[in-house]
């Protein structure tokens, strides 16, 4: 995964603004390799976002959230 995002950030920083608006297809959309960037970056989101969802559910605290979680508050139970 890590060469994954590497590989995508390298394509990132090597574009150039002509390029960034040249048209092309993706997903059957008519589109531009920035508008492409756009849609794969709000796409890595979503993944993290189910991964994250995904382990809390199982007990897992990311690490980025792990020295925050104490210093929460519990959430009080709603009474009967």
């Known amino acids: 995964m890590k060469d994954s995002f590497a590989h995508f950030r390298n394509a990132i920083v090597a574009l ?3 390029d960034a ?3 092309q297809k993706m997903f059957n959309r008519q589109t531009t ?4 960037f756009l849609m794969i ?3 890595f989101g979503e993944h ?3 991964s ?3 382990a809390r559910m199982n007990g897992i605290v990311p690490p980025w ?3 925050a979680q104490p210093q929460q508050k519990p959430a ?3 009474k009967p």
């Not at 390799?33 to 492409?36: A, D, E, N, P, Q």
């Open 41 to 43: 970056t709000g796409h």
């Open 65 to 67: 959230t792990e020295e």
């Open 76 to 78: 009080e139970k709603p």
């Open 33 to 36: 390799l920035r508008g492409s």
């Open 16 to 18: 150039n603004d002509a």
């Open 21 to 23: 608006d040249k048209p």
């Open 48 to 50: 993290l976002g189910q």
């Open 52 to 54: 994250i969802a995904y």
